[in-house]
C-alpha cells in the first residue's frame, strides 16, 4: 500500500517545483515587459522572453494534468469512468506536445540568432512563420490524438484507464503519428542545439588559426573566452535535459505492445493498479514521469540561468525601487528641506536674481563677485553701506585699468 502514496508524494514534489517556479516565471516576464510602439520590431531577446512566458503557461497546464495523478493515486479506490479517461488522454498528450513544440520553436529561435544562416530579409521571414507553422503542426497533432479518443476506455474493475486498438486501425495509425511528432520535435531540439555548439567552436577555432597564421611564434596565443564556454556549457544542459526527458517516452510508443501503449499513454495508476513490478512496469512509470520533470524544470534553464532575462527582471525591480523612493519624497518634505536653507543663502538668491534682471551690468557683476567670495558675502547684503559701495568701485576700477591694456 506505500506504492501509490509513493508514486503520489513524488508527483506532488514535481508539481510543487515546477509550480512556484512558472509562476514566478510568467509574473517576472509580465513586469519587466518593455513598452512596444508600432514602428519597432521585436529584438530575439523580446521573442525568446515570449517564448518563454507561452512555456510556463502550458507546463502548468502539464502539471496541473499530474497533480490529477497524484489525487488518484491518493484515493486509490476511487473509480472512474470513460469520460474521465478520455478528457485526461486528450488533455495530458495535447500539452506535452505543445510544450514540445515551444521547446523546439526557442531551439529555432537561437539556432537563427547565433548562426545567422540567411541574409536578414529571408530570416525576419522565417522567424515571423516559426510560430505559424508550429501552431499548424501542433493543431494537426492535436487532431490525430482526438481520432484515439474511440480506443480509450476504462477498465473492467473502473480503477484505471486503458487502450484498445483491437478492430480499430485509424487510432493505432494515428498513435504512431503522434509517436513520430514527438520524435520530430526531439529530433529538431536536438539538431539545433548541436549545431550552435559547433558553430561556436568552428568561430573560435578559425580565429585561432587567423590570429596563428599573423602571428610569428607558432603557439596558441587565443585561449577560449569565458563567456563561450558558459554559452556553450548552458547550450549542452539545456539539449541532454530535453533529451533525457523526452527520449525514452518517444521510442516507447513505437513498441508494438498493447499493453505497454496503455499504460503509457492513457494509465492513471501505474503498475497495473501496484501488483506487478517487474522492470518493464518500471521503465514506463520513469518515462512518463519525466516528461512531467520537463515541464517542472524548463523555468530553471530557460529563466534562473538565462542571463538576458534575468538582467531584464533585475532593471525593472530597480526601477520600480527608484519610482518608489521618488513618490515617498512628497511635497511636504521639500518645503522642510526650504525651511531648513538659512536666510543668508535667501538673500544671496534674492540679490543675484534682481540683479541679473533689472540691474545694469555693473551692478550684476559686483553682485556676482560679491557673492563668490566669501569675505564679502555679509557684505553684499547691504547694497547702500560704506563697504558695499566702497567693493563697487574697486571693481569700476579694475576694469578700467583692463580696458586700458587691452587697447595698448
Not at 491518493?74 to 470513460?82: A, N, T, V
Not at 506535452?96 to 540567411?118: A, D, G, M, N, Q
Not at 531540439?189 to 610569428?216: D, G, M
Not at 532575462?309 to 522642510?336: D, V
Request: proline content about 4%.
Amino acid at each position: 500500500m506505500m506504492s501509490p502514496y509513493f508514486a503520489g508524494f513524488l508527483y506532488i514534489a514535481t508539481v510543487l517545483t515546477g509550480l512556484f517556479g512558472n509562476i514566478w516565471v510568467v509574473c517576472s516576464v509580465a513586469r519587466s515587459r518593455k513598452p512596444k510602439s508600432l514602428m519597432s520590431r521585436s529584438s530575439p531577446s523580446d521573442r525568446l522572453r515570449a517564448y518563454i512566458s507561452v512555456l510556463a503557461v502550458i507546463d502548468l497546464t502539464v502539471l496541473m494534468a499530474l497533480l490529477v495523478r497524484a489525487l488518484y493515486h491518493f484515493l486509490p479506490h476511487f473509480m472512474l469512468d470513460s469520460n474521465s479517461c478520455r478528457a485526461m488522454f486528450v488533455l495530458e498528450n495535447s500539452v506535452k506536445i505543445t510544450s514540445l513544440t515551444v521547446l523546439s520553436c526557442i531551439s529555432i529561435e537561437r539556432y537563427i540568432t547565433i548562426r545567422k544562416p540567411f541574409c536578414s530579409e529571408v530570416r525576419r521571414q522565417f522567424v515571423n512563420a516559426t510560430p505559424i507553422g508550429a501552431s499548424i503542426f501542433v493543431g494537426l497533432v492535436v487532431g490525430a490524438i482526438i481520432v484515439q479518443i474511440n480506443s480509450v476506455t476504462v477498465s473492467s474493475d473502473g480503477l484505471n484507464c486503458v487502450r484498445s486498438y483491437r478492430g480499430k486501425a485509424i487510432p493505432r495509425v494515428a498513435s504512431y503519428l503522434t509517436a513520430v511528432a514527438f520524435l520530430v520535435d526531439l529530433t529538431i531540439i536536438s539538431l539545433n542545439y548541436s549545431q550552435i555548439v559547433r558553430h561556436v567552436r568552428r568561430k573560435f577555432t578559425k580565429r585561432r588559426a587567423r590570429v596563428q597564421a599573423n602571428s610569428r611564434v607558432r603557439e596558441s596565443l587565443v585561449n577560449e573566452p569565458r563567456y563561450m564556454r558558459e554559452m556553450t556549457a548552458a547550450i549542452v544542459r539545456v539539449g541532454v535535459f530535453h533529451v533525457v526527458c523526452w527520449l525514452p517516452m518517444s521510442l516507447m510508443q513505437f513498441i508494438p505492445d498493447n499493453t505497454i501503449q496503455s499504460e503509457l499513454t492513457a494509465g492513471i495508476r501505474l503498475f497495473s493498479n501496484f501488483r506487478d513490478y517487474s522492470i518493464t512496469r518500471w521503465l514506463i512509470f520513469i518515462a512518463t514521469w519525466l516528461t512531467s520533470m520537463n515541464a517542472a524544470g524548463d523555468w530553471i534553464f530557460y529563466a534562473v540561468m538565462n542571463r538576458d532575462l534575468r538582467n531584464l527582471i533585475r532593471f525593472a525591480t530597480e526601477r520600480r525601487k527608484r519610482s518608489t523612493m521618488s513618490h515617498a519624497a512628497s511635497p511636504s518634505t521639500n518645503r522642510s528641506l526650504r525651511q531648513q536653507v538659512p536666510p543668508s543663502m535667501k538673500v544671496l538668491h534674492s540679490i543675484s536674481y534682481r540683479s541679473s534682471i533689472g540691474g545694469s551690468m555693473d551692478d550684476a557683476a559686483g553682485a556676482s563677485f560679491l557673492q563668490s567670495s566669501p569675505k564679502e558675502s555679509t557684505v553684499s547684503q547691504e547694497p547702500n553701506s560704506p563697504y558695499g559701495v566702497r567693493a563697487k568701485i574697486s571693481i569700476l576700477t579694475r576694469k578700467e585699468s583692463d580696458g586700458d591694456g587691452d587697447m595698448v
